[in-house]
Antibody, heavy 119, light 112 residues
Framework: QLLLQESGPGLVKPWETLSLTCSVS??????????WGWIRQPPGKGLEWIGS???????YYNPSLKSRATVSIDTPKSQFFLNLRSVTAADTAVYYC???????????WGQGILVTVSS | QSALTQPPSASGSPGQSVTISCTGT?????????VSWYQQHPGQAPKVIIH???KRPSGVPDRFSGSKSGNTASLTVSGLQAEDEADYYC????????????FGGGTKLTVL
């Protein structure tokens, strides 16, 4: 079955760039039916959609994060990526990658990775 | 853009029904039939239990149902069971000029 796995540093310094990778296995990242997205959840708080990417590179972003976030894709490697620039403590969260089935539906999620922003 | 509005908590006894609301605007919940509901148990990733307002993915019990009226969507859990105790989040497609997804703040459901 399709599996998604987040990877990247668990600690990032303030004002630096948070960079995460999502590796997709057990299915095709070029499946035309799906986008690939990032969602985060600060400790003890709710979900926040960050953005998504299609296999052709087209991207969509949360307006509140659009100026700092970049989502990209590498189809031969079956991976997609999140870069979040100029992070602060408010960006500390569990970051999930997920398959976006359209509308507002993320139907398969990775296990999540906790990223802490601290000096 | 503001998150969708959910009550912070809800509760019911085993066997009872409980309904959780999710209020948005005509630019999100009210404008599109793209409302999803997620269940999240502690320490786990969210799991979609309703999509497209009222459709249940394969494997989700029919005790879970969704509906929408105007700018408010609702999730109803019938025949409450202990394992239904979890956090529930709504999500909606928003703004066709700048497509994105909004989530609600979440509702903690307690089975008494």
């Amino acid at each position: 079955q399709l599996l998604l796995q987040e990877s990247g540093p668990g600690l990032v310094k303030p004002w630096e760039t948070l960079s995460l990778t999502c590796s997709v296995s057990g299915g095709s990242i070029t499946d035309h039916r799906y986008h690939w997205g990032w969602i985060r959840q600060p400790p003890g708080k709710g979900l926040e959609w960050i953005g998504s990417v299609y296999y052709d590179g087209k991207t969509y972003y949360n307006p509140s994060l659009k100026s700092r976030a970049t989502v990209s894709i590498d189809t031969p490697k079956s991976q997609f990526f999140l870069n979040l620039r100029s992070v602060t403590a408010a960006d500390t969260a569990v970051y999930y990658c997920a398959r976006d089935a359209g509308g507002s539906t993320s139907d398969i999620w990775g296990q999540g990775i906790l990223v802490t922003v601290s000096s | 853009q503001s998150a969708l509005t959910q009550p912070p908590s809800a509760s019911g006894s085993p066997g009872q029904s409980v309904t959780i609301s999710c209020t948005g605007t005509s630019n999100d919940v009210g404008g599109y039939d793209f409302v999803s509901w997620y269940q999240q148990h502690p320490g786990q990733a969210p799991k979609v239990i309703i999509h497209a307002v009222n459709k249940r993915p394969s494997g989700v019990p029919d005790r879970f149902s969704g509906s929408k009226s105007g700018n408010t969507a609702s999730l109803t859990v019938s025949g409450l069971q202990a394992e239904d105790e979890a956090d529930y989040y709504c999500g909606s497609y928003a703004d066709s000029n700048n497509p994105h997804v909004l989530f609600g703040g979440g509702t903690k459901l307690t089975v008494l």
